[in-house]
């Protein structure tokens, strides 16, 4: 199986991540098709939806608007109940840790690859917004020309061999008014992180569990359960707020990740362009050489 590649976050110049969430309605959705079991049965289909199908949308929580995150979440209740590292992975998180002690931090997400989960949730720094529609959730972000996650929730199970991905296959359900997130096929690559400069590869296996849902008329709850058996010694739960905006300065716009390697630039016959910038190990813009064209 060819695992599925995503070009994505962490602009040079600003290395803000960014968080995008789309939730889609889960009540009275039509059920998936049931899978083939033999040879020569049919694929499951996604069925169209129905009047009543987009009406069952209206009984859901009203989670329009802009989101903006609380500060990160080494602010929060990951950095006062910390996960229960392993004896090796502890030892990595404490020597990151001296790094940035000593001013010298070691920033975890490099080369605009995307920050998958849970640093998905943790770590970004921007605004997200949730788009319900029949069968799907579908998380949007501001970061990296709207990344988005897909959480299915017209009642499908994992696929027994997911082919692993930044964000993983997620499903979901309605429990009233949370919506709970099931995900599993997460890269082993993709962090459990601390701080943007602090964090353990997941090694594989991860299963996250999100739930979502409204503390106030504008506060926005997840809460996440990240069970991670070659770097944690049990499951670590931890949250984080998001505060709605419905100000139209804070629609979010267009970002690129990648767009802080270049510099606009005109080439020989007067054509605009864009010119790569010389970069360091972190990713950071070098100053240019003297004479080297600007």
């Known amino acids: 199986m060819t695992a599925r590649s995503d070009r994505g976050p962490v602009n040079a110049q600003a ?61 929060g209740a990951a950095f006062t109940a910390p996960p229960a590292w392993t004896a090796k992975a502890a030892d990595r998180v404490a020597r990151m840790q001296a790094l940035d002690r000593a001013g010298t931090p070691d920033n975890i997400y490099i080369n605009c690859l995307p920050e998958g989960l849970p640093s998905f949730d943790l770590m970004t720094l921007n605004a997200a917004e949730f788009l319900f529609t029949p069968g799907r959730v579908t998380l949007l972000s501001e970061f990296d020309g709207n990344r988005l996650r897909r959480i299915y929730t017209d009642g499908r199970g994992h696929p027994d061999d997911p082919d692993p991905t930044f964000s993983g296959h997620s499903t979901g359900r ?40 409204l503390i106030a008329p504008d506060k926005l709850q997840i809460e996440l359960t990240v069970i991670a058996p070659h770097v944690l010694t049990r499951p670590w739960t931890t949250s984080r707020v998001w505060t709605r905006s419905r100000l139209r300065k804070f629609d979010i716009v267009e970002a690129s990740c990648r767009e802080g390697d270049f510099v606009a ?30």
């Open 15 to 75: 290395r803000g991540l960014v968080f995008g969430l789309a939730v889609l309605g889960l009540a009275a959705l039509p059920a998936a098709a049931p899978a083939g079991t033999g040879a020569g049965a049919p694929d499951p289909v996604n069925p169209a939806p129905t009047a009543a199908d987009w009406a069952a949308l209206a009984k859901l929580p009203d989670w329009s608007g802009v989101w903006t995150p609380a500060p990160l979440v080494n602010q």
């Open 265 to 294: 630039d005109t080439d020989a016959e007067g054509f605009a362009i864009f010119r790569p910038v010389t970069i360091d190990a972190g990713g950071a813009p070098l100053a240019p050489e003297p004479g080297a064209p600007r």
């Open 174 to 213: 309605w429990e009233g008014d949370t919506l709970v997130i099931d995900t599993v096929g997460i890269k082993p690559q993709a962090f459990i992180p601390l701080a943007q400069d602090v964090g353990v590869p997941n090694n594989g296996d991860l299963h996250v569990i999100e739930r979502i849902h």
